[in-house]
Nanobody, 119 residues
Framework: QVQLVESGGGLVQPGGSLRLSCAAS????????MGWYRQAPGKQRELVTT???????YYKDSVKGRFTISRDNANNTVYLQMVSLEPEDTAVYYC?????????????WGQGTQVTVSS
């Protein structure tokens, strides 16, 4: 079992930046691929980005060049750095984990953190 706790969400103006963190516990973090999903009001949940145990990353087209996922295996944490935020990025962001090689990672989910981009 893996427990995931997100933090770092909030209200930011368009063009601003936020960094989300996801602290993992309960198992060997380096064995898991990690990801971020988001769900906007009235919309389906969507995959935003993933990072494998080898730090190979994937990004949804609309966030390429603006979002960066990274992982710190020593501290069991995955990060999502978001810059040039747009109102369309407003959503609840969920951290996920999945056993390595089972893409996209979605076996374990955090509780979510709200990101609101608004002036």
């Amino acid at each position: 079992q893996v427990q995931l706790v997100e933090s770092g969400g909030g209200l930011v103006q368009p063009g601003g930046s936020l960094r989300l963190s996801c602290a993992a516990s309960g198992s060997i973090f380096s064995n898991y691929d990690m990801g971020w999903y988001r769900q906007a009001p009235g919309k389906q949940r969507e995959l935003v980005t993933t990072i494998t145990t080898y730090s190979r990353s994937y990004y949804k087209d609309s966030v390429k060049g603006r979002f960066t996922i990274s992982r710190d295996n020593a501290n069991n944490t995955v990060y999502l750095q978001m810059v040039s935020l747009e109102p369309e990025d407003t959503a609840v962001y969920y951290c996920t984990a999945g056993w390595r090689g089972r893409w996209p990672p979605h076996d374990y989910w955090g509780q979510g953190t709200q990101v609101t981009v608004s002036s």
